[in-house]
Structures are given as structure tokens and as C-alpha cells.
């Protein structure tokens, strides 16, 4: 296992499809997420994608999108179950802060859960607020990271 990891900037229909599957696997069967909830409006042109293959399985995602002329938001972080606890999740959001990078972003945002605070913060992201709001199903807190 991860010994054909092989990292995807997913932007042709088939290649979003599998960063899809990992959102369907992981969320939407995980925690009984409905696909209307899993898939917003923020699923559309011009959001990126980052998917990782495990020998071509899709194991692992992220999508970012533009919020403001220099701003971004990350989300939809998901690693299938079986493969969590093997950094995935850091491999997904250090690969699309390449990219981000790379297109001239300054200032990325996520919503994280709040027990995911300490995992973005080992990435460097810094709370905006304590304040706590409900995502969909989840808690979460603003988070916010400079490039």
C-alpha cells in the first residue's frame, strides 16, 4: 500500500470523478451525508482539485476555490478510512498550497472542524475566532493561513 502514490491536479471531468469517489466513500456513506450536502455549489468550474492515487485508486482529496482576489478556500479534505493515519491529509493540503501558490495566492481560509483544529494547526493555519458555527453536520472554526 502508497508504494504507487501518485499526486493529480484533477481538472478534466474523469479526473474530478475520483476525487468525487473519495468525498462519496468518506463522507457521504462515513457520516451519512446526503450528496445534495456533500456537493454544493462551490463543486463547479474554476474550483481545483488535488487527488492522490494509491496505484490508481483514489485514496485521498482537497478542492480549493477563489473567495477574493487573493484568497482561497481549502475544503472537502477527505482520506478514505483505511488509509488515515498515514499523513494523506497533509500530503493533499501541502499539495494544493503548491499550487495555490504557484497561481499567486496570498491568504488561504478553511472552515475546520473543530476536532481537525490541530491538524490544520500543525500546517500552519491560525484561528480567526473561537467562535464555533455549524457546517452542515459538523462544528467548525475559521482558519486562516498566509502564504
Known amino acids: ?16 470523478a475520483g476525487a468525487y469517489s ?13 450528496l445534495r450536502d ?19 485508486y483514489p485514496v485521498a482529496t482537497c478542492r480549493f476555490y477563489e473567495v477574493a482576489e487573493e484568497k482561497v478556500t481549502i475544503g472537502r479534505v477527505v482520506v478514505l478510512p ?4 498515514k499523513h494523506l491529509g497533509e500530503r493533499v ?10 497561481l499567486g495566492y496570498k491568504e488561504i481560509e478553511v472552515d475546520s472542524r473543530v476536532v481537525a483544529v490541530g491538524f490544520y494547526e500543525k500546517l500552519g493555519f491560525t484561528k480567526v475566532s473561537e467562535e464555533v458555527y455549524e457546517s452542515g453536520v459538523f462544528d467548525c472554526v475559521k482558519m486562516r493561513k498566509h502564504m
Open 82 to 85: 483505511e488509509y488515515r493515519g
Open 38 to 56: 456533500e456537493f454544493d455549489e462551490h463543486d463547479c468550474e474554476g474550483t481545483k482539485y488535488i487527488l492522490l492515487l494509491d496505484g490508481g
Open 93 to 102: 493540503v501541502r499539495e494544493a498550497e503548491h499550487w495555490i501558490a504557484e
Open 1 to 16: 500500500m502508497l508504494e504507487a502514490l501518485e499526486v493529480m491536479r484533477a481538472q478534466e471531468e474523469w479526473q474530478r
Open 22 to 34: 473519495v468525498r462519496i466513500q468518506g463522507m457521504n456513506r462515513q457520516h451519512h451525508i446526503s
